[in-house]
């Protein structure tokens, strides 16, 4: 999970931050996907570091919902931050009477 200079690869945060903002635009049972997401890396995240994920919704309309990630380290260090936009298709997340779906 290190990148070539011994810090955790940026990747690596950014899918941290997109999980969360996957599981809370999709925590109203709408099913919502990503239209932009972009993240901003604060300080390098070391080998041996606990991250911490928090994800808040900013706002949810109709068709959008915007949040932000925050990533902070076992000291409370902001570690990056993650802006996203999801689109609200309407559909629900899990539908138990399609094709006898359980």
């Known amino acids: 999970m290190l990148n070539g200079f011994?810090?955790?690869?940026?990747?690596?945060?950014?899918?941290?931050?997109?999980s969360a903002f996957?599981?809370?635009c999709n925590s109203q049972g709408i099913l919502s996907v990503a239209l932009d997401a972009h993240i901003t890396f604060?300080?390098?995240?070391?080998?041996?570091?606990?991250?911490i994920v928090t994800a808040a919704e900013?706002?949810?309309g109709n068709k959008t919902s915007f949040y932000n990630v925050t990533t902070t380290n076992n000291?409370?260090?902001?570690?990056?931050?993650?802006?996203?936009t999801a689109y609200r298709t309407g559909k629900k997340v899990?539908?138990?009477?399609?094709?006898?779906?359980q």
Do not use: P, Q
């Open 6 to 18: 011994g810090i955790v690869h940026g990747g690596i945060l950014f899918s941290g931050a997109d």
């Open 22 to 24: 996957a599981f809370a």
């Open 42 to 51: 604060i300080r390098a995240a070391k080998a041996g570091d606990v991250m």
């Open 58 to 60: 900013i706002h949810t």
């Open 75 to 84: 000291n409370g260090e902001i570690i990056s931050v993650f802006k996203g």
């Open 94 to 101: 899990y539908d138990s009477g399609k094709n006898g779906d």
